[in-house]
């Protein structure tokens, strides 16, 4: 079945660096990569997804890119904010069935 | 519009007690999941169904058992808790479509468990 590897698994940064996250995942017929932020007490809620057929995609500060050929894509938020710290995980969806990563729990300082 | 509904938020049991975690989910959707979140090791996926009557094994299903009567509704039982089952289970649903990027996922809450 599908596995999805995350790193890194803690990540700080200062207010406006930037931030990255990578996952990998083993099998090519996964077709979905969300992306899911969860807050302290809460349910995670998506913040960007790609498709297989697509290789970056865009939504203000932050992005998501996809290597189908290695199997891996990254999440890039870009000058980050206080509000951004969260722990954030991929996700790759094949099937019917989608399997998470490990999480990252970023932290921004002011 | 409530979205996805979980109850109760927060349960300690006995080792060998059952019980059951509800999800109710008000928007259509015909699929319904639910995962264990548990430190360093992300979100696994218990069981999910893709409709009524459909139910399908996650990742992680041994010691937990569903059923889906109804499109709103996808309980999760467990039939004998065992300490490993300490975690915070949360239920998803989506959209079934053929197009993948229109099955995003909406999650409740969560339950805390606690097992003795």
């Known amino acids: 079945g599908e596995n999805v590897e995350q790193h890194p698994s803690t990540l700080s940064v200062q207010e406006g660096d930037s931030a990255v996250i990578k996952c990998t995942y083993s099998?090519?017929?996964?077709?979905?990569f969300p992306w899911y932020k969860q807050e302290l007490g809460k349910g995670p809620q998506l913040i960007i997804d790609i498709r297989s057929n697509v290789g970056e995609k865009k939504d203000q500060r932050i992005a998501v890119t996809l290597n189908k050929t290695a199997k891996h894509f990254s999440l890039h938020i870009t000058e980050t904010q206080p509000e951004d710290s969260a722990v954030y995980f991929c996700?790759?969806?094949?099937?019917?069935?989608?399997?998470f990563g490990q999480g990252t729990e970023l932290s921004v300082k002011p | 519009n409530a979205g996805v509904t979980q109850t109760p938020k927060f349960q300690v049991l006995k080792t060998g007690q059952s019980m059951t975690l509800q999800c109710a989910q008000d928007m259509n959707h015909e699929y319904m999941s639910w995962y264990r979140q548990d430190p360093g090791m992300g979100l696994r996926l218990i069981h999910y169904?893709?409709?009524?009557?459909?139910?399908d094994q996650g990742e992680v299903p041994n010691g937990y058992n569903v059923s889906r009567s109804t499109t709103e509704d996808f309980p999760l039982r467990l039939l004998s808790a065992a300490p490993s089952q300490t975690s915070v289970y949360f239920c998803?649903?989506?959209?079934?479509?053929?197009?993948?990027?229109?099955?995003?996922?909406?999650f409740g809450a969560g339950s805390r468990l606690t097992v003795l």
């Open positions: 169904s893709v409709g009524a009557g459909i139910t």
């Open positions: 099998d090519s017929a996964s077709n979905y």
């Open positions: 998803a649903s989506s959209y079934d479509s053929g197009s993948p990027g229109a099955n995003v996922l909406t």
């Open positions: 996700a790759a969806r094949k099937r019917g069935k989608l399997i």
